[in-house]
């Protein structure tokens, strides 16, 4: 291993019960009744993609973008009141990390927004060598875009990358990518099937550098 890269949502930022109360919110006043566990079928993917789905599959009429902006808006106010901290055991892999000179990149579903935010309130955003949006690439996860991407600007081949990953879209999209990958079973990011992976932790202090 040369380069560690993580996701955010639910890896660093136990943010996906904050993601699910506002698309919840917003898909009921578009007229959506969302089917139990539907919203967790589309945790690891981009917000684009998944009201654009929802639309279709909901013969829905609502602008996306107009959605986008308005979900955006409401996260970061919800992020801003929350006073969160960074799920136990991430701010010490990445002392880890960066102690033993690996390259540290980030690859996230998130907004450009969302994602300084969040980095920037854990005061971490210096941590990371290389951090990406999903509205940064062409195809969102479980497309390997991002984790390509991520890894083509660290100067690290894929096959020397490792993924931090809570969602079964997530870690679809590393193991496209010829990354190796491990999955990590959060309880708040709801039902994922991480089998794919090539290791499943339940506590981020199992990982051993």
């Not at 139990?36 to 789905?53: H, I, K, P």
Request: aromatic share 6%; with cysteine; proline share 3%.
């Amino acid at each position: 291993m040369k380069a560690f890269i993580f996701d955010m949502d639910g890896v660093i930022i136990n943010s996906e019960p904050l993601h699910f109360a506002v698309e919840a919110e917003l898909a009921k006043e578009n007229g959506i009744i969302l089917k139990e566990g539907e919203l967790e079928s589309y945790v690891g993917t981009r917000a684009d993609e998944m009201w654009s789905s929802l639309k279709a599959a909901h013969q829905a009429d609502f602008d996306v973008d107009t959605l986008l902006k308005e979900a955006n808006e409401k996260k970061l106010a919800y992020l801003h009141d929350a006073n969160m901290e960074p799920i136990d055991g991430i701010r010490e892999l990445l002392e880890q990390l960066k102690e033993k000179g690996y390259k540290i990149g980030l690859g996230s579903s998130s907004t450009v927004a969302f994602i300084d935010a969040v980095l920037t309130a854990f005061s971490i955003k210096d941590q990371f060598d290389v951090v990406l949006s999903g509205e940064q690439v062409a195809k969102g996860k479980p497309a390997p875009d991002i984790y390509l991407a991520v890894a083509d600007r660290l100067g690290v081949s894929p096959q020397h990358c490792t993924v931090l990953e809570d969602a079964a879209h997530g870690v679809q999209a590393g193991k496209e990518a010829g990354m190796t990958v491990i999955g990590y079973v959060n309880p708040y990011s709801g039902n994922q099937d991480l089998s794919k992976a090539d290791l499943r932790i339940e506590d981020i202090a199992a990982i051993t550098i």
